[in-house]
């Protein structure tokens, strides 16, 4: 039976993020069992923001948690970290809007965790055990599809044929596997340079630096970390985006150029299935 985990003692970061472009502290701080994970802003009176499917809102370049007027953005490269040390408590306060993107990926919150160690608490851990494959469907032939499996992975087929700078990508991960650390939670985000001055113009982000991970210029291949970095930070983002169900999922996620806004749809029809 996997147990509910937390980590050992409190931990500190402090970055930038990518939307408001402003310096935010963060603190990671123990939680007891049954607590998942929390949220409080600390510029804002303490205002607490429970991660599940009910606060989770997709955003064009991230995910966010939202209550009321109240949110906490670019919060997937967090929950991927915690998906991948298995934490199901856990207490996140922080002082701004948007936790830090740092270099795009989930490396720095990975080596914090790792830095301050895991715990077993003396309760189970939530699963959902699917019996029949579901799928949700998106625009020019997205789709995330579920198929039972006892062995959890998560795979990503990565099409940006249209840019010979990015290409075609498959990359298929064992998430009880030891190793995320260094296959998957390294892996940057990325975007075209043109896509990023655009969105800059219209204010959907507020920086262009190595906070957006990659920044892809035309005709110019960029230097990567790992082979298949592009599809591994796909699967990067479906881990954050499922975590918010606080359960632990026995299957094989299959996603198809598919984003953000697919994988909510998704986390939605799962917590309607498996309430």
Known sequence: M????????????????FIHN???????LPAEPDSGIVLVRTDLSGARLAVSPKTQQPRPNCSSITSGNISVEVVEHLLAACSAFGIANLEVELDGPELPAFDGSAKVYSEQLSSVGVVEQDA????????????VHGDNGAVVVVL?????RFSFVLDYSQYQEIGVEYV???????NLADT???????????????AQEKGLIGATDESMGLVVRAGTKPELRMPGEFARHKILDMMGDMHVLGRRLNAHILGVKSGHKLNAKLVQAIAARYP
């Open 184 to 198: 998957v939670l390294p892996a940057r985000s990325f975007i075209m340079e043109e896509e990023a001055r655009i």
């Open 22 to 28: 402003r310096q935010t502290t963060v603190r990671l």
């Open 172 to 178: 298929s991960v064992d998430l009880d596997a030891e």
């Open 2 to 17: 996997a147990l509910q985990k937390t980590i050992k003692k409190p931990v500190e970061l402090q970055g930038k993020g």
């Open 124 to 135: 189970p851990l939530r699963e959902i055990r699917f019996h029949r494959p579901l799928a």
């Open 148 to 152: 039972p499996d006892e062995q959890r």
